[in-house]
């Protein structure tokens, strides 16, 4: 399984951005797909996860009601709907892939893009 981000870059305090995650070398629908975000010198942290139906969705206390995840099937790509976007979002962004019986565990997403940075001025 292959995960590639992209959409991230540099904006201002209540602009909006769309990351999209394209998967490649499985089976899609198979797979929770989630989205985390490391700023430097701090741990990881769960910013959304969306199941394999699509029907059930996840948000981090601090994006949620901003954030919103979204799959589209026929594309094998994941999407991130940042709104609102304030200078503590600013992080690198990651796609991230697994089957997790904890959706917010980090540890349990096996497969992991290559990040994509976000930056909020203000």
């Known amino acids: 399984v292959q995960l590639q981000a992209s959409g991230g870059g540099s904006v201002h305090t209540g602009d909006s951005l769309r990351l999209s995650c394209e998967f490649s070398?499985?089976?899609?629908?198979?797979?929770?797909i989630g989205w985390f975000r490391q700023v430097p010198g701090r741990e990881r942290g769960f910013v959304a996860a969306?199941?394999?139906?699509?029907?059930?969705?996840y948000y981090g206390d601090s994006t949620k009601g901003r954030f919103t995840i979204a799959r589209d099937h026929s594309k094998s790509t994941a999407y991130l709907q940042m709104n609102g976007l304030k200078p503590e979002d600013t992080a690198v962004y990651y796609c991230?892939?697994?089957?997790?019986?904890?959706?917010?565990?980090?540890?349990?997403?096996?497969?992991w893009g290559q990040g994509t940075l976000v930056t909020v001025s203000s």
């Open positions: 991230i892939a697994g089957k997790p019986s904890n959706i917010t565990s980090l540890g349990e997403y096996v497969y």
């Open positions: 070398g499985g089976i899609f629908g198979r797979y929770v």
């Open positions: 969306i199941l394999w139906n699509a029907g059930n969705t």
